[in-house]
């Protein structure tokens, strides 16, 4: 039977369970959890995703590869924290 593990709601408590940089959380779990957040930020914003958007993405996680992916993830992480988007 699987550990209960108590619920965590601040950043403090996640750091404090999983270590300062996370290291404690295995690579797909971290993946589900920036997959999980992305949706729920977008589902916030207002508009609907162009469908060449739709369609350059899927044709772009067919083709690039694992490095690739991840460096495209980071850039646009970074690009939507920074507030660098089309208006």
Known sequence: MQEQKKLIYTLDEL????GQNLEEIYRREKLQMVESIAMYLGQR???????????????????LDAHEKESLMESLVIQVRNGVWKQ
Request: glycine share 4%; charged share 30%.
């Open 45 to 63: 914003e207002r508009g609907k995703v162009r469908t060449h958007i739709l369609t350059t993405t899927t044709t772009l996680n067919a083709r």
């Open 15 to 18: 750091t404090d369970e999983y």
